[in-house]
């Protein structure tokens, strides 16, 4: 059943609706097809460059985890994402991809503020920028359900323990070759009998 139905007078002005349209998308194919003949004669993208380079100095900074970082456009920026199993943690993947980020958003005022410091415009001018890099870190399916159950032993009540769990795989940079065994005290608290909230646990290889 279509979304909408059309009636007309004579069938010369459903024929010619009917042009028309097919026209008009003729058009909107042909202006695509030469936006993208354009850019490719010009080379990629700042963002495409930068997603590109993100992705090559990641894999070289943590050796064994693979990264995909794909970039985007549209109508008030650009940006790009980058995304990781276990491996290093957001934040030092944040220390790679914050050089290509041309700013950050502001909610103070509900504002973009650009980073003009000449260092950091020399950089994205050689090697590509975007308006935004978003990380993303991904887990293997059943990893934090297995913390959040090993949490059982120190007496925690449920919501206690998922919050936990997250702060512990947020915070932890799991080493390549490396398998999860169980969880712990942190260091801090066995050592001083007290911590802050999100450090109350480690993780356990083997």
């Not at 979304?3 to 010369?12: A, G, M, Q, R, V």
């Not at 010619?16 to 349209?21: A, L, N, Y």
């Not at 695509?32 to 700042?46: L, V």
């Not at 900074?61 to 693979?66: E, I, K, L, M, N």
Request: hydrophobic residues 25%.
């Amino acid at each position: 059943k279509p979304d909408f139905n059309f009636s007309y007078k004579t069938t010369e002005q459903r024929e010619q609706k009917i042009t028309t349209w097919l026209e008009s998308m003729r058009a909107q194919q042909k202006r695509k097809a030469d936006y993208k003949a354009q850019h490719k004669a010009e080379g990629p993208s700042p963002w495409a460059l930068a997603a590109k380079n993100i992705k090559a100095e990641c894999e070289s900074a943590f050796t064994g985890v693979r990264f995909s970082a794909c970039s985007e456009s549209y109508s008030v920026g650009n940006s790009i994402r980058v995304a990781w199993e276990l491996g290093p943690t957001e934040d030092q993947v944040k220390k790679i991809t914050g050089k290509y980020e041309c700013g950050y958003f502001d909610g103070m005022d509900d504002s973009y503020k650009y980073d003009r410091s000449p260092e950091s415009v020399s950089f994205r001018e050689q090697n590509g920028h975007s308006k935004y890099v978003f990380e993303n870190r991904h887990y293997p399916h059943g990893l934090y359900e297995r913390i959040i159950e090993d949490l059982k032993q120190f007496g925690d009540n449920v919501g206690e323990r998922e919050q936990h769990a997250r702060w512990a795989l947020h915070r932890t940079d799991f080493p390549a070759g490396k398998n999860y065994a169980g969880i712990q005290h942190s260091k801090e608290l066995r050592e001083n009998g007290s911590c802050s909230m999100q450090e109350c646990y480690e993780i356990v290889f083997a």
